[in-house]
């Protein structure tokens, strides 16, 4: 990524423009968890306001408002300084608010021409204006500088294409306000280029725009100014012109600091689990693990942080033999078992805890002694001559859930009658107590109960002092803080830089956005 | 040579019969699944629209009368259909299995409750063949696309206007993304199920012209169980013609012509059952992907919850 | 000593009787919509005017008010079990089997044919004649099941072109290679010690078909929660996710489920030959494939589930025909009381709003045997 000077890419003059749009005191809350609290945000007019926070800050759910998917539990939101109520998403439309989702809503064998203008349909008679549509959308294009061609099915087009048709969506709709949820989350740096260019020119036409992301870098090169959101506050609001990296690396990252679990000093031994130059695709081609090389030794914790949607997910898909591995070699124990798959690797000792525990670490409608058998029924003393033996199974799991306080530790309960934090108990019960060499554990507390929490983190500290090798994969930088002996960071499917758990926010916060290490 | 001829003129002929039911039920399924509900209940909305079909023209002594019967009966089954898949979210399939069940059953049992007995109901006024002048009168296509009856020349003009509809109306590019990515509809305003309704509705309205057309087309009298898996042939058909108008026709067409040829080819050449099971044997062939893998509607067969 | 005996109870009296109320629950479900679908059907009655009261009692009779009523039931019922568990097994896998109307006429046409050319070998020849009908069918079910593990081809649409296939194939050989000298168009009747023999006098026709649909059914519940397959088909069927990330293969699973399938779907065909008919003529009876779906559906997917799905569907058919015989109500009606059981089975909101809410969780429950 090219080095931006922190100045913004436009002039301060927005500041005094009039308020577009303003969301007062917003607050809304799922359960007991508050995705947003007391927020408030203002846009000018002809400004890009930068959205700045980590996943699960908020961020969405605050844009899901304005759009008319949630409706605040508190708070008002008012456009032009009038007060609005925002129903639903055709009343967001019709106040002039477009937004271009993370996932498009796209339909692959339509045109360009026919996705942008359906429910809004230009007419002749009976017919569809498709003519009609074309000029709209070529008439659109060439406005604001968004080059598509408006008969190519957009199953064709690359995903950077994608969006532009995307935004041209919102822009048939006469959109002034225009909210981007991670927009460059999926684009080349050249295609970023090509989208920051459409961005001034939609702001030189009096639109007004927010900019919802991670990357603080872009946000310096683009916004005006910058709201940083963090655990469902608003934690400040800047100037672009007036920040830089590092102070928006504090804002965005830093917490407080929560309960630290006592680490006893372990002496690492041999490597146990090594990949190299390991290539992985992501499902749609791309390359998600881009040449990635790490060693986890035994005794040790390496904590791999990084935002999500980094490679985290393909990473450790492939080093637990569950996805197939492009280029590059995986070692276990010394063993090349590249070519293996998840079950000899299972059975030489690999402990693999999923990051989507519902889906794909338990078959939610069964028993949780089927659960705790999932990878070991075709094993004695589970199994022999195919048949299986559900009294054996059921014994065992007894003793592993209790021993890993599941609760309730029943055997027969089945897995989704579990809470989060019970069910991956569970996953656990089943994949330490057969006693594995490596772990490989990917948001092992994601969604789980603070108790529950503390319970894990025990676990693996105990694997850790069995001369176990873990290697843990997780979004709660606190949590790879206080487990990891050491840190490395992930970006765009590379490994970024290697720190020790006493590394800084600042530091951390730089690396998980992409700057790579410098030295000083 | 005349001999030759004469066979030929009857086996076209005879192809265009067959064929027509095939096609408007395989439009009409067209128009469901491109909405994204999968309608396996093709067989018991024509059996259930060919019944009411004779009722009607018996009971008011007019054909026209007994075509009105069956497009409401079509539409009533087809909305039971709408109802379970669209609004109680019950399985598709097992709702399409149930129609043809309910059909099936239901035509045997008003069978003896309106006409006494069972097997076969009496003579009814029907559509008669309706020779257009000039037209019929070419050489040996004349006779075989222009003398026949007035449902036929209904189907005929049904393959455009709906090719038309479907890719050339609003309406009709809003049921494809309804189809493809409901998501996208509901953001853009759209109502899913009501999109879905209308697709299925016309389903079954044009499953009931296929209907009407066994009944009171060929035999001027309804037969129990005589749609004999033609609704299931529809299906293959619209699958083997990739949810397209024309391409489903065009393979109703083969279809029909198969199924002619079993009654005036030779049966030493190939044997009838043989024949009988070509459709369905390249519909599995385009499944599995030779010539291009037939993709069905992405979303089609998931009830769609609008959040 | 006491406190070791205590453990073994413990863990056994709360399963059992959690897996009492898991049967009881879902088979609650199944139980409303068959009554609700009664109240229908006598709705109708009256509007045709005829008495509910009397046409339901002569239904009841002819299903089960003597034994040569209670063997015409078993009789319909064999059948259905080995079709409805054919469904049954490939949903358990996640999987729909439409394939059964045409996997029974495999079957028949193999026994048919089996049975004929080594009727002289009597029993052992039975058996034969079972076992090469078991193994058609395995093989015509592994077809969609191949297609759709290996081109994810759907199977509903496959497995229903296959059914068409499948009826004009064996038709084509009753018809002709094998076809009798006899009158009947068909194939030539089977030795009579080679036939399934009845079940006891009093019972009319009905034979030992059904003790064999009752051990397939036992089968089956062995192979799907005591064996190393069953366990896989299971985890496939209820998570496509998991059980891949626990090193399961999803493609061989799906093949082998359908083709267990068509195994018994195919044994249900042999089994009308062989104890029933006595050979295959054409017409051969139809609907039992299609209706194995809804026996399926009703019974939840389970063997036992199946066997009182099967006896309700055959019990339903030959009640029919005293309904009939003594009140005039055309024996057609059973066919639209089942239609419609199946449509509320399915639609559980309506039931829901019937019923209220507590039926939901009700349908909800799957019948997982477990002991």
Request: net charge negative; aromatic share 8%; hydrophobic share 50%.
């Amino acid at each position: 990524m090219t080095e931006r000077e922190a100045g913004g890419a436009t002039t301060g003059a927005q500041a005094e423009a009039p308020v577009v749009l303003e969301m007062r005191g917003i607050t809304k809350a799922f359960g007991p968890v508050k995705a947003n609290d007391n927020i408030s945000i203002t846009l000018h007019r002809g400004e890009i306001l930068g959205l700045l926070g980590e996943n699960g800050a908020g961020k969405s759910t605050l844009m899901k408002i304005l759009y008319g998917l949630y409706k605040p539990d508190s708070g008002a939101i008012f456009i032009d300084g009038e007060e609005v109520e925002i129903h639903d998403p055709k009343d967001a439309v019709s106040r002039g608010i477009g937004m271009v989702h993370q996932h498009f809503t796209l339909i692959p064998p339509l045109t360009v021409a026919e996705n942008i203008v359906l429910g809004a349909e230009p007419r002749k008679g009976f017919s569809l204006d498709l003519e009609g549509a074309v000029k709209a959308t070529e008439e659109l294009s060439e406005r604001y500088g968004l080059v598509v061609d408006p008969r190519a099915r957009v199953a064709d087009l690359s995903v950077g294409v994608q969006q532009r048709v995307e935004i041209l969506k919102t822009l048939y709709r006469e959109a002034r306000i225009l909210v981007l949820d991670e927009p460059t989350a999926v684009l080349t740096p050249q295609e970023t280029e090509d989208l920051f260019a459409v961005l001034k020119e939609l702001v030189a036409d009096g639109l007004s725009i927010i900019f919802i992301t991670h990357k603080l870098g872009e946000l310096l090169g683009i916004s005006d100014r910058i709201t940083i959101i963090r655990d469902g506050h608003v934690v400040a609001t800047v100037v672009t012109a007036e920040t830089d990296e590092r102070e928006l690396a504090r804002l965005m990252v830093g917490r407080d600091v929560l309960l630290r679990v006592e680490k006893t000093e372990t002496k690492p031994g041999e490597p146990r689990l090594a990949a190299e130059e390991l290539v992985v695709l992501s499902n749609t081609g791309a390359r998600a693990v881009d040449a990635v090389s790490l060693e986890v030794r035994s005794g040790e914790i390496l904590g791999v942080a990084g935002v999500d949607g980094n490679g985290q997910t393909e990473l450790a898909d492939a080093l637990a033999g569950v996805r197939y591995a492009e280029s590059g070699r995986v070692y276990l124990d010394g063993e090349d078992v590249t070519a293996l798959g998840s079950d000899p690797r299972q059975e030489r000792g690999l402990a693999y805890v999923p990051e989507d525990r519902a889906s794909k670490g338990l078959v939610q409608d069964f028993a949780l002694y089927e659960n705790n058998s999932l990878k070991t029924y075709d094993e004695p003393p589970f199994s022999r001559w195919g048949w299986i033996f559900p009294k054996v199974m059921r014994r065992r799991a007894a003793e592993n859930l209790r021993a890993y306080d599941v609760r309730p530790p029943d055997p027969e309960a089945r897995a989704r009658s579990l809470s989060g934090g019970n069910q991956q108990k569970a996953i656990l019960a089943r994949e330490f107590s057969d006693d594995p060499g490596v772990i490989i554990a990917s948001q092992p507390t994601r969604g789980v109960d603070v108790g529950a929490i503390e319970f894990i983190h025990r676990q693996l500290l105990e694997q850790r002092s069995e001369g176990k090798a873990i290697l843990l994969i997780s979004l709660e930088l606190e949590e790879v803080r206080s487990l990891s002996d050491r840190i490395v960071v992930i970006y765009a499917g590379r490994i970024v830089g290697e720190v020790g758990p006493d590394a800084t926010d600042e530091e951390l916060g730089l690396l998980m956005a992409g700057r790579e290490e410098k030295s000083t | 040579m005349d001999d030759v001829l004469t066979s030929l003129g009857t086996l076209f002929a005879s192809t265009i019969r067959n064929a027509t039911p095939l096609i408007f039920a395989a439009l009409g399924g067209m128009f469901s699944e491109r909405s994204g509900v999968v309608n396996i209940g093709l067989e018991g909305l024509m059996l259930i629209s060919a019944f009411a079909g004779v009722v009607g023209a018996s009971l008011a002594g007019s054909a026209l009368v007994g075509l009105g019967f069956a497009l409401a009966a079509g539409l009533i089954f087809a909305l039971i259909h709408a109802l379970m898949c669209i609004t109680f979210e019950a399985d598709q399939i097992i709702s399409g299995t149930a129609i043809n069940l309910l059909a099936l059953g239901g035509t045997g049992f008003l069978m003896v409750q309106i006409f006494g007995s069972g097997g076969t109901s009496p003579r009814v006024p029907g559509f008669k063949e309706v020779p257009i002048p000039l037209l019929s009168d070419i050489p040996l296509i004349g006779p075989a696309l222009f003398n026949q009856s007035l449902l036929v020349y209904l189907m005929y003009l049904l393959i455009p206007i709906t090719w038309f509809a479907v890719f050339r109306t609003p309406f009709g590019l809003r049921l494809r993304a309804t189809g493809e990515v409901p998501e996208a509809v509901d953001t853009a305003g759209v109502s899913v199920s009501r999109m879905r309704y209308y697709g299925v509705a016309l389903s079954g309205l044009l499953a009931a012209c296929g209907g009407v057309y066994l009944s009171m087309g060929i035999l001027s009298a309804f037969t129990e169980g005589m749609t004999n898996g033609r609704g299931f042939i529809a299906l293959a058909a619209l699958i083997f013609g990739r949810w397209n108008p024309i391409g489903a026709a065009g393979a109703a067409l083969l279809f029909g012509f198969a199924q002619a040829v079993t009654f005036q080819a030779p049966q030493e050449v190939i044997p009838l059952e043989f024949i009988q099971m070509l459709p369905y044997i390249l519909t599995i062939v385009v499944l599995a992907g030779f010539g291009g893998r037939a993709i069905a509607p992405a979303a089609i067969g998931k009830p769609y919850r609008h959040e | 000593m006491s406190e070791e005996r205590r453990e073994p109870e413990e863990t056994r009296s709360p399963a059992f009787r959690r897996w009492m109320a898991n049967a009881a629950g879902a088979l609650i479900f199944p139980l409303i919509a068959i009554l609700i679908s009664f109240a229908i059907g006598a709705v109708i009655m009256l509007v045709t005017g005829n008495n509910p009261v009397t046409a339901f009692g002569a239904l009841l009779r002819g299903a089960f008010g003597s034994p040569l009523a209670i063997g015409r039931t078993l009789l319909n019922a064999t059948p259905l079990v080995f079709t409805g568990l054919a469904v049954a097994v490939a949903f358990r896998a996640g999987l729909f089997n439409i394939g059964g109307e045409g996997q029974f006429f495999i079957g028949a046409i193999t026994a048919a044919v089996v049975g004929a050319y080594l009727g002289s070998l009597g029993v052992f020849g039975m058996v034969l004649a079972l076992a090469a009908c078991a193994l058609a069918g395995f093989l015509w079910g592994a077809i969609p099941g191949f297609l759709k593990a290996y081109f994810g081809a759907h199977e509903v649409i496959t497995t229903i072109m296959l059914n068409y296939v499948g009826i004009y194939l064996a038709t084509y050989l009753a018809l002709n290679p094998f076809r009798s000298e006899g009158l009947v168009p068909g194939t030539e009747a089977i030795d009579l010690t080679a036939r399934i023999p009845f079940l006891a006098a009093g019972l009319g026709r009905a034979n030992y078909g059904f003790v064999f649909a009752l051990v397939a059914a036992a089968a089956v519940y062995l192979l799907l929660w005591r064996t190393k397959r069953g366990f896989e088909i299971r985890a496939v069927g209820l998570s496509p996710g998991a059980a891949s990330y626990a090193g399961m293969g999803i493609g061989l699973n799906t093949v082998l489920a359908l083709a267990i399938g068509g195994s018994l779907a195919a044994l249900g065909g042999g089994e009308e030959v062989l104890g029933v008919y006595g050979k295959m003529s054409i017409p051969f009876v139809e609907n039992i494939g299609f209706n194995g779906i809804g026996v399926a559906l009703l019974g939840r997917n389970h063997p036992v589930g199946v066997i009182l799905g099967a006896i309700l569907f055959g019990g339903m058919t030959a009640g029919a025909q005293e309904m009939q015989f003594s009140t005039n109500v055309p024996l057609q009606l059973t066919d639209v009381l089942l239609a419609v059981i199946l449509l509320l089975v399915t639609a559980t909101k309506l039931v829901e709003l019937i019923v209220g809410k507590r039926a939901r969780a009700l349908a909800g429950t799957r019948l997982e045997g477990g002991l």
